[in-house]
């Protein structure tokens, strides 16, 4: 007796179908699970067995085999119980041969009881499967509110469950509604979204200038260096900059929510991520935290930043492998976990700010505390800067703490004024690239056709060429700075005034 299911496996974000071939045949009873599953999918065996038992079924007496194939796709995590004890259920029936069944994805883990249990990565799972045009998935009733933001038009049904008594039933014909989509608009009606209202940069005192370079980053995808003593405000700017980016387009919350989905962490209370990211870490940050891995591939904090902001804090105390370890996500967009010749993707399009302390003491430069460090420790400590790292920040600023005068004072830019000037460079982005691309993302045939100087603009780059030495890398970054500038400015050609701003940006990213 055969019968088969089918379900999704999971790679990073992506998935693909999987068949599960149940065999029952004459023997000694014995149960195995074959097809490259890990140690979870190999003690589904003995769940759904007691699921099947304490369900009041009949558990076959032969030996069952259990085929997931393809065999090559690695087969993680305990979801596979929902597909396999269906299989069995199937098998036994006598009337199920050429029978025309709905293409159905079973998802769900099995508890002894019977009931089933919640899994990871339900949202990118169901992804895949209306790409793969199942017509229903039967998943844990548990995981359906980290699927309010799909639009119905996926045309799938999904049938949430919460015991293998309900599967049965529905596997003999009995209807069980369908869970009811209402897309990304609805969302916050269902109570979904996790709307708190994002801190405001009119809470920050002074920092005219650092809000502008902030702003910039944000228009233009730059990543952003703020190198100041401690409590001059660098966290306090840095938190602040994700609300100066658009909202998320209905298609990035579910790719940012596909991501925590996969990591377990939408839930009841927060089923999907509606706002852009915040994410930090600092100089404890691990490799691993950073990048994710892990035999069933979590992803780490550079995929949980994805279309929002990561913030380095103390980015020259990090281990020198951690900040190795995020170069390749600042240029790839992305990152692959391989494990057991696997690989798992996980999107990881960022934007970059990083905070330091101007040396080792932090005080270097500060009027009122006298900075402690040898000219051996500053040196030290300023070479770490000039690292490869470095070489990938776009924007380095000095942040000072404000006067006394200032704090008292009047109020600085608000997020609402800065999104305007964002959203207006962001705008002459998407006619030029006809799409999502950025300033920072220009290759250099684009810096040759859109960064065109003006004639002082054109005489001030000569110089700085000349007199710093800038490396060609430097240079692009910074004509790639100076047209984000000119967006801002709603100016065709890069004028002399946006050159010279880049370059002031660019200063303290230079090795004297
Ligand atoms: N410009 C400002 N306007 C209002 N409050 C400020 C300003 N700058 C600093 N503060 C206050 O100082 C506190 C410390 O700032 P913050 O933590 O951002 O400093 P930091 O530069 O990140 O310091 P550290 O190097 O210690 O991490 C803030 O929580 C805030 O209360
Ligand atoms: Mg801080």
Known sequence: MLAVTETIALE????RRVTIETDISRGLPYFTVIGLGDAAVKEAAERVRRALINSGFDYPKGRITVNLSPAYIHK???HYDLGIAAGIILAGRSDQSGRPEARRAFIGELALDGRVLGVRGVLAMVLAAAEEGFDEILLPEDNCAELSLLADSAGIRLIPVRDLRQVEAHLRGEEIEPYKLCGADGGDAAGGST???PPDFADVRGQRAAKEAIAAAMAGGHSLLLLGPPGAGKTMLAR?????????SAAE????????????LLSEEKPFISERPFRQIDKTATRAQLLGGGSQPLPGEVSYAHKGVLFADELLEMDRSVLEALRLPLEE????ITRGGRSSVFPADFLFIAAANPCRCGFLGDERHRCTCTAAELEKYRSRLSGPLADRIDMGLEILRIAYDELGGEKTQSSAELRQKVSRARAVQAERFSGVRQNASMTEEEIARFCRADRGGRQLL???YRSLGLSPRRYYKLLRLARTLADMDESEKLREEHLASAFQYTRILLKD
């Not at 990073?12 to 998935?15: A, C, D, L, N, T």
């Not at 602040?240 to 998320?248: E, I, Q, Y």
């Not at 579910?254 to 377990?264: C, F, M, N």
């Not at 967009?333 to 692959?336: A, N």
């Open 240 to 248: 602040r900059a994700p609300g100066l980016l658009p909202p998320l």
């Open 76 to 78: 993680r995590g305990s």
């Open 333 to 336: 967009k992305s990152i692959t």
């Open 462 to 464: 000569a110089g700085f």
């Open 253 to 264: 919350q579910l790719e940012v929510s596909a991501i925590y989905s996969a990591a377990g």
């Open 12 to 15: 990073g974000v992506r998935g």
């Open 195 to 197: 709307n708190s209202a």
